[in-house]
């Protein structure tokens, strides 16, 4: 695979959007001791982790679920796509609030830098994170978890969900989950599928594990780096009670976005809307 030969070489940084390859030696770039793996080992019977080529969220549409009676959640067929839907939120439908959801970290040179803005404008905002990119960089994500932010999974490698045995989903949801959760002393119980890709039997196996799926209602596409002017009005021509951004903090080059976020954050606030984490 491509993402070997990158790490025999020291570095990828560049590769395109497309590809999630490390910009710089994790351990160097983190200063962080990592995680023990044999803590986190996948089940016997289930596929070995890898850090694989990534296609990040966003720059299509999610598949359509059928809305279930009594609307999304634990309980739901459906993916929560609004603050209000997720459960404990104690969000009402017609709440001025926004939620800014960053995908396909921690990364060690991105995220801290996401980190850093957020603390400056005092906004709090979600991530929903790989597994083997937290186990790589577990002071990260407390760092995440201790400004107040929200933590979530994102799978452990980025995974197609629909396609999951029940062993995949051990390794990709359990393991995540199991993972976080230890980091941040919090139970993790949202999830974000990969490429939003979702089904009613998905939802509800991810119900039956005490996962809430969350989406997006507002796709800023800023992986494709379009440039900062257009990150930045895609994220607020969107912008109604309860909306979710998705942004990108991982997966390739995240400068546009950075220069993006504070005009994202002063632009939300001007509308009268408050930022808010979820799923903490």
């Known amino acids: 695979m491509g993402f070997v030969l990158c790490l ?13 390859v490390p910009a710089a030696p994790i351990a160097a770039a983190t200063g962080a001791a990592l995680v023990d793996p044999g803590s986190f080992d996948p089940p016997p019977d289930g596929p070995a982790p890898e850090a694989p080529d990534v296609v990040p969220d966003g720059g299509g549409a999610a598949a359509p679920v059928p809305r279930a009676a009594g609307g999304g959640g634990p309980n739901g067929q459906r993916p929560d796509r609004r603050v209000a839907d997720i459960p404990g939120s104690g969000v009402g439908p017609g709440d001025k609030v926004v939620a800014l959801t960053f995908d396909d970290g921690p990364d060690p040179i991105f995220t801290p830098q996401v980190l850093d803005l957020l603390a400056q404008h005092r906004a709090p ?13 577990p002071d990260l994500v407390k760092r995440i978890a201790g400004g107040g932010n929200g933590v979530a999974s994102h799978t452990w490698s980025h995974a197609d969900l629909t396609r999951q045995s029940d062993a995949g989903l051990r390794l990709q949801v359990d393991k995540t989950a199991a993972l976080l959760s230890s980091l941040t002393g919090s139970n993790v119980t949202c999830i974000r599928p990969p490429q939003g890709h979702v089904n009613p039997g998905l939802v509800r196996r991810l119900s039956d594990r005490g ?58 606030r001007s509308q009268g809307y408050r930022l808010v984490p979820i799923c903490r």
């Open 8 to 20: 025999a070489l020291g570095g990828c940084a560049g590769t395109g959007p497309h590809v999630m």
């Open 125 to 137: 905002a979600t991530f929903f994170m790989i597994g083997w990119e937290a186990a790589a960089s």
């Open 211 to 268: 996962m809430t799926t969350v989406l997006w209602s507002s796709d800023t596409r800023d992986w494709t780096r379009p440039g900062t002017e257009t990150i930045v009005r895609r994220a607020l021509a969107g912008v109604s009670p309860g909306t979710i951004i998705l942004l990108h903090d991982g997966g390739g080059d995240r400068r546009q976005t950075l220069e993006a976020l504070p005009r994202i954050i002063d632009g939300i």
